[in-house]
């Protein structure tokens, strides 16, 4: 760290920023003089309350020939290339990074802009939620870094308000720290990383980088993951499961309590597995020796390069193709693209019949396109789908779905799995005793070298073949004349002559025959008028968000090619619309409550935005179909996360108290900030959704309930999921205080690591609740904490219990004395203290029909869905 701290004066050159209260410890080197560019630039650390603005009169403001910007807030060093941090926006500069760089700077301390070798993002805070001009960071008086957008609107937070930082500070290996008085780390960027890896540098067991979306969409995460596991690296691709197709592991049980993590040092990439240093790495991958700046870049196209400063940056190796050649990454060729020694081509049925085309003629590394979209339907799946087949073709990953098998069971087994999208199949000597593979996504293919692979392998692509079955038209009838009309008379000569009779007839006719169709319109549109009603009354719902046609979402989903999860009433799929945001498709199916539910979703949150509420970014209400599109969110939900043994990784303390702020944060929005009060009724670890910063944002609200603000409470029919229904819905009359006690279920999970009811407990353990009230009577809080082994709780139990004392003051029979979620807010920050009038002997019982409901729940499960329930996307 260094020392004194010391931050910007405030000064009047070039409109400077930042924008700081003079200090008594403010250094001369930082007044008007060096902000304008005489003597020494280094400026590494920053004071408390202090606020900079992404002005386009900032100062530090330099532009490339490349079309990039930096707006330098904080600078470590002078001379050569350093790193940065502070705004950075690349391309038409409509958006801006909070980001740390590594820019070049001259001998006097300035910010050069050289010819070649534009400045490098190394870490950004705000991938997903970039800013405009006029946007503000702040690190305020109780010391939390703060991005707001121009508007005001929350971009990014550290959550770190009353933790002692002192300060901020940049430092020589490229780390963002807050800092305490003691000069101890409260956070860092390091902890956080995007895409790319420092040396000096780590990568924890369960941290990952997340590849950009394409080299020139460096807002958006894309679809490549490079994570540290307990027994090595491994690389993936998203999908349902995620594909791997790169993993340097070591077996062996670990000996130590620490975590296993990969270092980036000069000359390799070390990694720890069973052992730390300061003891020889398990594995290490070589890199050549740094002459100068040097970095890791995880790309987008699934490559791990180190890059390194040379006037300009260039390649210095690709640390994962020497493992896996070049035809074995996922999107080399694009989807359903053939690799043949760095070759693309799309597959061959063998016959006349074409079934996949190339996305570009020019490119055909971009993939390959269903010439007919395959249905989701498994209707008639012998008529309507059928195979390509692939000989002497492999694919970068294999995982047996059916073992012991032969080709043409695999292929049925494909046909009747509506998600499988192929038949891949591995067999040594024996064609009928092989392996098989139905994955649900199809990435890039390979020609299959048995040389190497001492396998035969096969894949065969499921393809429409035919169109499901039309409804045909019905036939044509010719009309008889109308009742009351005159045929037309002759003369001798054949010619038609005219009456005034046939004249009159005729015009009776006409108007009889606009009587009759004015009649069945007007039975037709009184029959159809609920969903028109429903229709035109969208359209007029104030701020309402974006309306797509049925035919755009399917487009933008790929034809609902991939399924993120299922709930009560449809699926969610991901997708990507034209202008490259990722979006989440809710698909609702049904009847009956669907429209009481997408009306309920669409009016709550379809124009209220906060960053703890997933963003509904638009609908549709085409016909019979109704479907909800929301931002991705690319962590999923909570419940991946939080339950011990079944977690994807292990949740550091900070972390898990700064999801259930969010959480809180939520709901107090909804409950207090709203024009009208917004219930949500069905808090669960599964409507909780995790951003790559692991933000906790709330989703569902297929069953939320608006009140005015002047009602203090509503009667409504019991809707939610059993084990975190609040007691008062056996009355069905209900307050915002049944989310508070759903909260504090949620809470409880949180802290202690389990699910509301696990069935392979014994009895008296089985539900969290009445376990939880009889060790808080007994003052034995942890004994149902069951994350000791893999998180820092051990070191944090003083604030464990203070977090399952709030659970419990929300989870109280009497809704009135559970607390206002902004009384939460408030303890939950350091403000206030948690009731100590909790009656643990009153409370925590859970109602007998939830007891009822979740009794019979397997132990895999978190909840049984009740059929009122619809589950947000995840």
Not at 540 to 569: C, D, I, W
Request: glycine letters at 8%.
């Amino acid at each position: 760290m260094s020392s004194p701290i010391r931050a910007p004066a405030i000064s009047a050159c070039r409109s400077l920023q930042p924008i700081a209260k003079p200090t008594a410890n403010s250094s001369p080197a930082h007044g008007l003089s060096a902000f304008c560019g005489a003597g020494s630039l280094d400026y590494p650390t920053a004071n408390l309350s202090t606020t900079w603005i992404n002005s386009v009169s900032a100062s530090h403001s330099v532009s490339f020939s490349d079309n990039s910007t930096i707006r330098a807030i904080l600078l470590r060093g002078t001379f050569g290339p350093r790193y940065a941090c502070g705004f950075f926006c690349n391309g038409t500069c409509d958006t801006y990074l909070f980001a740390v760089f590594i820019v070049q700077t001259n001998s006097g301390g300035g910010i050069t802009m050289p010819s070649i070798g534009f400045p490098q993002v190394v870490w950004s805070a705000n991938r997903n939620n970039p800013v405009k001009i006029n946007a503000t960071l702040e690190l305020t008086a109780d010391g939390n870094l703060v991005l707001r957008d121009a508007d005001g609107t929350l971009a990014w937070s550290t959550n770190t308000g009353k933790m002692s930082v002192r300060g901020l500070n940049m430092t020589e290996s490229g780390n963002l720290v807050l800092f305490d008085s003691k000069n101890s780390v409260v956070w860092q960027s390091f902890d956080h990383p995007t895409d790319v890896l420092v040396p000096g540098q780590i990568l924890v067991s369960g941290k990952n980088l997340t590849a950009s979306s394409s080299p020139t969409n460096w807002t958006d995460a894309g679809l490549f993951s490079l994570s540290m596991t307990t027994t090595g690296l491994v690389a993936s691709i998203q999908s349902n499961p995620p594909q791997v197709y790169y993993e340097n592991s070591l077996s062996g049980t670990k000996q130590n309590t620490e975590l296993s993590y990969a270092k980036f040092r000069n000359g390799s990439l070390d990694l720890y597995l069973n052992s730390v240093e300061p003891t020889d790495p398990d594995l290490s991958i070589p890199i050549p020796d740094a002459k100068s700046a040097q970095f890791i870049k995880f790309g987008s196209d699934g490559h791990l390069r180190v890059v390194e400063w040379g006037q300009p940056w260039k390649e210095v190796a690709d640390l994962l193709t020497g493992f896996l050649g070049v035809c074995n990454y996922p999107m080399v060729c694009g989807t359903y693209g053939v690799c043949s020694n760095g070759q693309c081509s799309c597959p061959r049925s063998g016959t006349n019949e074409v079934y996949f085309s190339p996305r570009n003629s020019r490119r055909p590394d971009l993939g390959c396109l269903e010439v007919k979209p395959l249905g989701t339907s498994c209707n008639n799946v012998s008529e309507n789908h059928g195979f390509v087949d692939l000989e002497d073709v492999n694919y970068f990953e294999f995982v047996t779905d059916i073992s012991n098998t032969n080709m043409d069971t695999c292929k049925e087994a494909c046909l009747k799995n509506c998600s499988c999208r192929a038949a891949i199949f591995r067999y040594g000597s024996n064609p009928s005793g092989g392996d098989c593979y139905l994955p649900s996504r199809v990435f890039s293919l390979m020609n299959n070298n048995r040389a190497l692979t001492n396998l035969n392998s096969s894949v065969s692509l499921k393809v429409q073949i035919n169109a499901p079955p039309a409804v045909s038209a019905p036939p044509t009838v010719s009309t008889p004349p109308a009742v009351g009309t005159v045929p037309p008379t002759t003369d001798s000569k054949g010619n038609k002559k005219s009456s005034v009779g046939a004249i009159l007839g005729s015009i009776v006719g006409v108007l009889f025959i606009s009587v009759v169709i004015g009649s069945a319109f007007f039975v037709y549109r009184k029959r159809r008028k609920p969903d028109e009603v429903e229709e035109d009354y969208l359209d007029h719902v104030p701020g309402m968000p974006t309306r797509f046609s049925y035919e755009q979402l399917e487009a933008a989903t790929e034809n609902f090619n991939k399924k993120l999860g299922e709930g009560g009433f449809g699926s969610v799929f991901q997708g990507l619309l034209k202008d490259g945001t990722k979006i989440a498709v809710k698909t609702l199916d049904g009847v009956g409550h669907i429209k009481k539910s997408f009306l309920a979703e669409v009016e709550s949150i379809g124009s209220i935005h906060h960053v703890n509420l997933v963003r509904l970014i638009g609908f549709c209400a085409d016909k019979s179909h109704r479907l909800l599109v929301y931002e991705y969110v690319v962590n999923g939900s909570l419940e991946k996360w939080i339950y011990t043994g079944r977690q994807e990784k292990c949740l550091d303390w900070k972390t898990r108290r700064k999801i259930v702020l969010d959480i809180a944060k939520g709901l107090a929005y909804l409950h207090e900030d709203c024009r009208q009060k917004i219930i949500h009724l069905d808090i669960k670890p599964q409507n909780i959704l995790l951003d790559e910063n692991f933000n906790a944002k709330l989703a569902d609200f297929g069953l939320s309930k608006l009140i005015d603000r002047d009602q203090s409470q509503v009667m409504t029919t019991m809707r939610g999921t059993p084990g975190y229904l609040a007691p008062e819905w056996l009355s069905a009359v209900i307050t915002e205080k049944v989310d508070v006690y759903s909260f504090g279920v949620v809470v409880l999970e949180i802290a202690c690591g389990r699910k509301i009811f696990e069935q392979s407990k014994p009895e008296e353990e089985r539900h969290l609740l009445s376990a939880f009230k009889k060790k808080a009577e007994e003052g034995q809080w942890l004994d149902l904490v069951e994350n000791f082994h893999c998180e820092d709780v051990q070191s944090n139990v003083e604030e464990l219990v203070e977090m399952m004392k709030i659970g419990a003051w929300c989870v109280q029979n009497d809704y009135t004395k559970r607390p206002a979620m902004s009384m939460v807010m408030k303890v939950l920050e350091g403000g206030k203290d948690v009731d100590k009038d909790i009656d643990y002997s009153n409370f925590l019982t859970p109602p007998r029909y939830v007891m009822n409901d979740i009794s019979g729940i397997d132990s895999e499960d978190a909840t049984r869905l009740l059929p009122s329930v619809l589950s947000g996307p995840r």
